[in-house]
C-alpha cells in the first residue's frame, strides 16, 4: 500500500544551521504530500502540503517540493530558529481521507 | 475558540479498568478520527466516522469501541485496560470537500498511562 519512509534518527543543529529532513513515498497514481509538525506537548498541525509533480509546499520558512522522479518530498528551512524544535511527519494521502504516516524526526535546534 | 478538543488531557489508571476519551471539534467537519501515538511517536490511525457512520476501522482490539453520537462528536472508550495502552491518543477531524483530502485538524491529545 502507499507509504513514506523517513531518514532515521533525531537531528540536532545550532540554530541558523540549514535543516533538511528527507522523505521518500511509495505510492500507486499521485498522491497528495504533507508535512506536519508536532510542537512539545502539543497535537500534530499541518505545515504545508503538496497535490502534484513539481509543486512546493511552503509555510514558516520550510518547503518542500514534490519530486515524481525521486519519489520525494524533503523539508527544508534554510535557517532555523529554537523555536522550530519540534517532531517533523511526513504524510501520503492515500484515499477515502486517509493518512498515512512516516515515523516521524524530531528535530532539536541548540542556541 | 478550541478547533478539536479533547478531555480528558491527561489519564492514570490501573490495569483492567474501563475508561473514555471524549473528542469534540467547532470546525463543522463531517470527519473524525482516533489514531494512537507510542512512546516512538509513531502515529497509527485506529477509527475514522464520516457523518457518524464508521468508515475506518483499523486492526484495533475489540475492547477498544468509538462511538459518534452527532458529527461533531467522537469518544473512544477502552474497556479492560492493558499496560500496552499506554500512548498518547489523538482525535483529528477533516472536511469530505473544501480542504484538500488529507488535510486533518488535530487535538492536543490525551496522555494515558496504565500502570
Known amino acids: 500500500g502507499d507509504s513514506v519512509t523517513q531518514m532515521e534518527g533525531p537531528v540536532t543543529l545550532s540554530e541558523e544551521a540549514f535543516l533538511t529532513i528527507n522523505c521518500t513515498y511509495t505510492a500507486t497514481g499521485y498522491p497528495s504530500l504533507f508535512w506536519y509538525v508536532q510542537y512539545p506537548g502539543e497535537g500534530l498541525q499541518l505545515l504545508l502540503k503538496a497535490t502534484k509533480a513539481d509543486d512546493k509546499g511552503s509555510n514558516k520558512g520550510f518547503e518542500a517540493t514534490y519530486r515524481k522522479e525521486t519519489t520525494s518530498f524533503h523539508l527544508e528551512k534554510g535557517s532555523v530558529q529554537v523555536s522550530d524544535s519540534a517532531v517533523y511527519f511526513c504524510a501520503i494521502h492515500y484515499g477515502n481521507n486517509r493518512l498515512a504516516f512516516g515515523k516521524g524526526n524530531q528535530v532539536v535546534v541548540i542556541p | 475558540d478550541t478547533a478539536v478538543s479533547q478531555t480528558p488531557k491527561y489519564l492514570v489508571t490501573q490495569m483492567g479498568n474501563d475508561k473514555s476519551i471524549k ?11 482516533w489514531y494512537k501515538q507510542d512512546s516512538k511517536k509513531f502515529l497509527k490511525i485506529m477509527f475514522s466516522y464520516n457523518n457518524k457512520e464508521l468508515i475506518i476501522n483499523e486492526t484495533v482490539p475489540n475492547r477498544f469501541s468509538p462511538k459518534s453520537p452527532d458529527k461533531a462528536h467522537l469518544n473512544l472508550h477502552i474497556n479492560s485496560l492493558e499496560l500496552g495502552d499506554s500512548a498518547v491518543y489523538f482525535c483529528a477531524s477533516s472536511q469530505a470537500t473544501g480542504d484538500l483530502p488529507g488535510t486533518q485538524y488535530f487535538g492536543p ?3 494515558l498511562l496504565v500502570l
Open chain 2, 109 to 111: 491529545g490525551t496522555r
Open chain 2, 23 to 33: 473528542c469534540e471539534q467547532n470546525l463543522g467537519h463531517d470527519t473524525m478520527y
